[in-house]
């Protein structure tokens, strides 16, 4: 029912599969014929993306419970969004994550500088929260944006979580953004703090395989 809800959310501005039927069990999506992503193609993704996320969000959070993957997340509503990511999505995973106490201490350190680091402050963003190249399928010419963990949150998020997996013509979609919707200062140099989430999912997930790129980002956030 959360996916569902993210979608329908989401696809008030961008373009996502139609729910068909969406109950506790069971969730049908319209077909999405899928076609090789062009660099035209990801420079339309960038600008439709700049276009969801401006269109904004009543708070940082969402009123439907998180999932990513199997895993649930807090969605509940937080003042601003270093306080949300801190306490809704990066300490919940780090409790979850079985690092050892040293690398849990820098994780906590890094955390800590969040409000410091975290860039200008921004109004919440209508971001879809899972955006690895997987979950855009090509088709028609554009993006087409799936398994959403959608809520209100930073804009770099999204675009950070593009970087970690590899979008294809990723600089083109990111090029048409910017020029859609400049982004603040600085916002390269952030994407480790966007990252630091998505990696210690991976790491409960997945275990230790995850544990030296997530412990890189830290060293990158605690260098801001």
């Known amino acids: 029912m959360s996916e569902a809800a993210g979608l329908r959310w989401l696809g008030e501005v961008i373009s996502v599969p139609e729910v068909i039927e969406a109950d506790a ?3 049908v999506l319209s077909w999405v014929p899928e076609e090789a992503p062009t660099a035209t193609a990801a420079e339309r993704f960038g600008r439709d993306l ?3 996320h401006r ?3 009543a708070a940082f959070g969402a009123p439907w419970p998180g999932f990513i993957a199997e895993l649930p997340m807090d969605n509940a509503p937080a003042p601003d969004w270093p306080t949300f990511y801190a306490e809704r999505r990066v300490l919940p995973f780090l409790r979850l994550a079985r ?3 040293s690398d849990a201490t820098a994780v906590e350190r890094a955390v800590e500088r969040f409000p410091e680091i975290a860039g200008p402050p921004e109004p919440p963003a209508r971001i879809h929260g899972d955006l690895w190249s997987g979950n855009v399928l090509w088709s028609g010419g554009r993006g087409v944006l799936i398994d959403p963990a959608a809520h209100g ?3 770099e ?3 950070a979580m593009l970087a970690l997996f590899g979008l294809p013509y990723l600089e083109r979609a990111l090029g048409a953004y910017r020029e859609e919707w400049p982004l603040a200062e600085g916002w390269r140099e952030r994407v480790p703090l966007h990252q630091l989430h998505p990696l210690l999912v991976h790491v409960v997930l997945y275990g230790a395989a995850y544990r030296d790129s997530l412990m890189t ?7 801001l």
């Open 25 to 27: 069990d069971r969730l």
């Open 50 to 52: 700049a276009r969801l």
């Open 55 to 57: 269109a904004g969000a």
């Open 99 to 101: 690092l050892s106490v």
């Open 153 to 155: 949150g930073h804009r």
């Open 157 to 159: 998020t999204d675009l």
């Open 217 to 223: 980002a830290v060293r990158q956030v605690l260098a």
